[in-house]
């Protein structure tokens, strides 16, 4: 949708105060209370929780959660991209293009992350290994001290699991085998079998087992499987949406197990320091060598849109992840 962007500020208008022309700026591209002129800024935007707005559909521009999906604030598939002051990050100069122009899918990871941090040593699970997944485990690898296991769809996202940071990489399909790695993983001393007549899966019970599941999918059947092979009283966060569908949740309620939504990122708490997410972000590109650009597969001049998206779309022939258009 072209709201994940590094750029250069062409024009200010006269009202800004604090941006010049030739700075380098990402993109927060929440169109939330202060892009719309609203005052007072809603409570959800005075706690810095901008994907939480109240007023994606009020003020000066038309509905729309973000950058790109807008009438009035078209993306960034385009040479020049409109933004509020209050929406435009500086990059540090020490900050490559390619590192900058991830700050909004790792902000999304790091946010899930943030809802739910695993403890140290804790068996956690990334399920999905697309942009957010991958930089799920760059996070969890570089910041926690915890046992990384991936659930991915095509070898070359498990390739990139592995050299992430994930242990191992479990192939998505099929799904009984997945809870059967895992009962050998956690040495779960109980598999429970499905409920007769509901189609579901078996259950793995007994141990610790796995403390967090960040699913980046969101389909019933990512979660049904998340909850099949989660231990007691353990976390799912969901970062990935589906469309809505059916089906047998019973564990969720045995295992009495958390289930967290996560929608995008805002004002973070991280070490002691409360900041935008891209602001940690640059931060800990310094000082913890995050490297997310492994994730950079493609990239292509605006005239090759369609081959572009063809490769987004053929991810399992092409072999993409995060594709970018660049400008000359
Ligand atoms: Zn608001």
């Known amino acids: 949708m072209g709201h994940e962007v590094v750029g250069t500020i062409h024009r200010v208008g006269p009202a800004v105060t604090t941006l010049r022309p030739g700075q380098r700026v990402v993109l927060n591209p929440w169109l939330s209370c202060a892009p719309r002129g609203i005052t007072p800024i809603c409570e959800m935007c005075q706690d810095g929780q901008f994907s939480l707005c109240l007023n994606f559909k009020r003020g000066r521009l038309s509905p729309g959660l973000h950058t790109g999906v807008c009438h009035d604030a078209p993306g960034g598939y385009a040479p020049y991209v409109p933004a509020h002051e209050s929406m435009a990050i500086p990059v540090p100069d020490e900050v490559t293009d390619d590192a900058a122009v991830l700050a909004d899918p790792f902000s999304v990871s790091l946010h899930s992350i943030l809802r739910h941090p695993p403890a140290r040593g804790d068996i956690v699970v990334v399920y999905g290994c697309g942009t ?44 009984e085998n997945i809870v059967e790695r895992f009962r050998e993983i956690t040495g779960a001393r109980e598999v429970l079998p499905p409920i007769e007549g509901t189609g579901g899966l078996p259950m793995l019970h007994g141990t610790r087992g796995v403390r967090v599941v960040y699913n980046t999918v969101g389909t019933a059947e990512s979660i049904g499987v998340a909850i099949r092979i989660a231990g007691p009283r353990s976390t799912v966060v969901l970062s990935g949406v589906d469309t809505p569908a059916r089906f047998e949740w019973s564990p969720h309620y045995f295992k009495e197990i958390n289930l967290v939504g996560s929608n995008a990122f805002g004002v973070e708490e991280w070490n002691g320091k409360r900041q935008h997410a891209m ?41 993409a992840v995060k594709v970018l258009f660049e400008f000359a």
Do not use: M, N
């Open 279 to 319: 602001r940690h972000y640059f931060d800990l590109l310094r000082t913890h060598r995050i490297d997310v650009t492994p994730i950079i597969t493609h990239r292509y001049p605006l005239d090759a849109y369609k081959e572009a998206f063809r490769s987004t779309h053929d991810q399992g022939t092409s072999g």
């Open 132 to 175: 957010l997944g991958l930089c799920a485990i760059e996070i969890l690898k570089r910041l926690f001290d915890v046992r990384i296991y991936a659930i991915t769809r095509f070898d070359h996202q498990a390739r990139l699991a592995q050299r992430l940071g994930a242990i191992e990489t479990i192939p998505w399909q099929p799904v």
